[in-house]
């Protein structure tokens, strides 16, 4: 063994003793450092309530998932709850039918009206007016009603803008609504642009819908997987609620509501048929000392324990030694029973931010305040979903509306050339509770300058150019004349006295010298006015 041979031994030796001690000291070092900073997050953070699980709260978040919009939202979930849905809201449940119902009608109304907004008014009122004999042949407004049911019921409503045939000359579209059902991709598809029966571009917009040529659930005609096709967005008319980022497909807005209206319905079966057997008990007989002596001998051997005895109407009876006759006493329903229905009431309402008045139809408990209040909420939410429905469903309407009348010669007034279709949507109004008050309220703030007539008429669902010209020619005034009437009787006071605070005299005084140029009876005829 050479001398270098015999160093590095030693030095390995050394090696295999030194090099353990140094690697678990600094291991030491290294986890009395990372205890330290762990000991310091310790004392600076702080733990979420939430994001604890113990076995109290296990089993109530054991369906909690980080699943995506589309998986989470997957067809045979969206089925199972639709499915579920319409059973409630569609065939068993009259609150929830009422509740749809209502929803319905308040968000659509008898129908949305078009208002032009060209410079030719004539044109414009042409144009309205052709609009609305189409969408009444049609029944636009009955079909948008139903698209709205579909909305809350099925989560999303579909129809198609098609053609039907015409007799005389007439636009020839037509809207077909049909259920989401029948849009389904006919395979599965590895091809991340494409989402239950919808094709997107590059950019997330709908560019084709699979639609079944029948219904799946048409036993009849029976069911032909592969008897559909492919449908460019342009004909589509798809509407949904979208709570998540990347959700491409509805969910019923009465899921989280469907557990309680099963509860809610159980519970009432059985106080009824609780009560429904204490009521077929006219009486009970019961006896403190036995029903046999001290020989076993029955007292009356005709009456065994579970016999029934008639009882003769309006007659007094003698009962046997020992024997006295009890009312049987029903204990449902109880004075609570009221009280809960009510509050599973109020929370399925929740979920259509509608209050519970209208859900209930009963607002026996409601004060004018209270219920202005409620249905303040109610109208806002009322107001976001036309706000959605407008483009997405009305303006391409009206678009594709425009497309086949101008091809039709004759059919509307020649109209300037514009890059786009100048228009708005009129709704139906909202009835007030205390007409006084909204009025009193309505004319502050027209003198005030808050707001102004057009705008006021249009939340009526009116247009204010028709209005005035009907009330115009109700007292054989011209518009000019007519609106000069109510300009002075609002606003004739504050120019008289400068500071806006004239009386009527002098409101008076001011109209009979901006007037003092018209004819008496046109005087008459405009005080008739205002």
Known sequence: ?????????????????????????????????????????????????????????????????????????????????????????????????????????????????????????????????????????????????????????????????????????????????????????????????????????????????????????????????????????????????????????????????????????????????????????????ETQSGARDDDGNSWDPEVDPFDVVDIDYDMLTSLPWGWKLNQFKAEQPTTTFEMFRNAIINEIARCLNMPFNVAAGNSSSYNYASGRLDHQVYHRSIDVEISQWEPCILDRIVEAWFDEALLIPGYLPPIEALPYIPHQWNWDGRDHVDPQKEANAQQMKVKSGTTHRAREYAIEGLDIDAEDEIAASGYNVSVAEYRRALFDAHFAATNGGGDGTGDDDAADETTDETDGDQSEEEKAAVAAAI
Request: charged letters at 25%.
């Open 1 to 285: 063994m050479t001398r270098r041979q015999r160093q590095r031994g030693i030095l390995s030796r050394l090696a295999a003793v030194i090099l353990p001690t140094v690697a678990a000291l600094a291991n030491g070092r290294r986890r009395a450092a990372r205890s330290m900073r762990l000991e310091r997050l310790d004392r600076l953070s702080a733990a979420y309530d939430a994001a604890q699980t113990t076995t109290g709260n296990s089993r109530h978040w054991r369906n909690a998932d980080l699943l995506s919009a589309d998986a989470a939202n997957a067809p045979e979930v969206r089925s199972t709850i639709r499915s579920r849905a319409r059973y409630e809201a569609q065939e068993s449940n009259s609150v929830a039918k009422g509740m749809v119902l209502t929803l319905a009608n308040d968000t659509i109304g008898t129908g949305p009206r078009l208002q032009m907004l060209l410079r030719d008014k004539k044109a414009n009122a042409r144009i309205e007016a052709t609009f609305s004999r189409w969408a009444q042949r049609i029944r636009l407004a009955e079909k948008l009603r139903t698209m709205r049911v579909a909305k809350a019921v099925d989560g999303e409503a579909f129809a198609m803008l098609t053609t039907r045939p015409v007799r005389t000359l007439d636009v020839s579209l037509d809207v077909r609504p049909f259920e989401a059902d029948l849009v389904e991709s006919p395979w599965l598809s590895d091809n991340l642009n494409e989402r239950d029966g919808i094709r997107f571009d590059e950019f997330g917009e709908p560019r084709e819908y699979h639609v079944y040529k029948q219904h799946p659930g048409d036993l009849l005609a029976g069911f032909n997987p592969f008897a559909g096709e492919w449908t460019d967005a342009s004909s589509i008319l798809h509407v949904y609620r979208c709570d998540r980022p990347g959700q491409h497909r509805g969910v019923s807005e009465l899921a989280p509501a469907l557990p309680l209206f099963a509860l809610l319905r159980d519970y009432t079966l059985a106080v009824l048929h609780s009560a429904r057997s204490a009521a077929k008990f006219t009486a009970v007989l």
